[in-house]
């Protein structure tokens, strides 16, 4: 594949733990081992920018750039939603999945979905990958809800910024429009109010 993608690794139970749903075909399943013939699912961005209208699921993809005898080509067994991975503010990117049994990594992200706080889990989850490997580090345990709105926080803050010059903007615009409304005519200050407080007198002794 020639274009740039974000290439996961999920388990069988990603898909269904993040709610992505399926458009066609299948998600992966345990039958998706080291041994089994290399599979992958891709997003609706790919199957819209690479196969039209065609169907992808049972098509054949390479992640070399120009393929030959030696490369590995892998089967499109399932075509799911697009998701926003590298940001809210960033519209989905084509995506391609490969079981993490197909193409195991040192490095992982462990999803849990919970009816219970967040919070609450930390001292649950390293109990229980302690468990699994003690030699297991992990790196960090955050809700959903932070992910997101650290990838947002750099607008948020230019939104922010915008906003605080906006606001002395309109300061200063409402400081300058009084100013011209309290300048008396002729340009004199104060001589407006004194010689209509001079009027004023002069009508009350006429009286």
Do not use: H
């Amino acid at each position: 594949m020639a274009r740039r993608s974000y290439t996961g690794r999920p388990d069988p139970g990603y898909f269904r733990v993040m709610r992505i749903p399926l458009r066609s075909g299948r998600v992966f399943s345990d039958a998706d081992r080291e041994d089994a013939p290399p599979v992958v699912v891709i997003n609706e961005t790919l199957a819209r920018q690479s196969f039209k209208d065609q169907d992808p699921v049972g098509q054949r993809i390479s992640f070399d750039r120009i393929p030959d005898s030696t490369s590995v080509w892998y089967t499109i067994v399932g075509v799911v939603g697009s998701e926003r991975q590298a940001s809210l503010a960033i519209e989905p990117r084509i995506e391609v999945f490969t079981p993490f049994a197909q193409t195991p990594n040192e490095y992982m992200t462990l999803m849990l979905r919970s009816s219970v706080p967040p919070a609450t889990l930390g001292t649950s989850v390293r109990q229980l990958v302690r468990e699994l490997d003690p030699e297991l580090a992990i790196v960090s345990i955050d809700p959903m809800e932070a992910l997101w709105s650290r990838s947002v926080a750099s607008q948020r803050f230019f939104m922010t910024l915008l906003l605080a010059f906006a606001s002395v903007g309109l300061a200063l615009a409402i400081v300058g429009v009084y100013g011209v409304i309290a300048q008396p005519p002729g340009g004199a200050p104060g001589r407006w109010g004194s010689e209509s407080r001079s009027a004023r007198g002069r009508l009350m002794c006429s009286g």
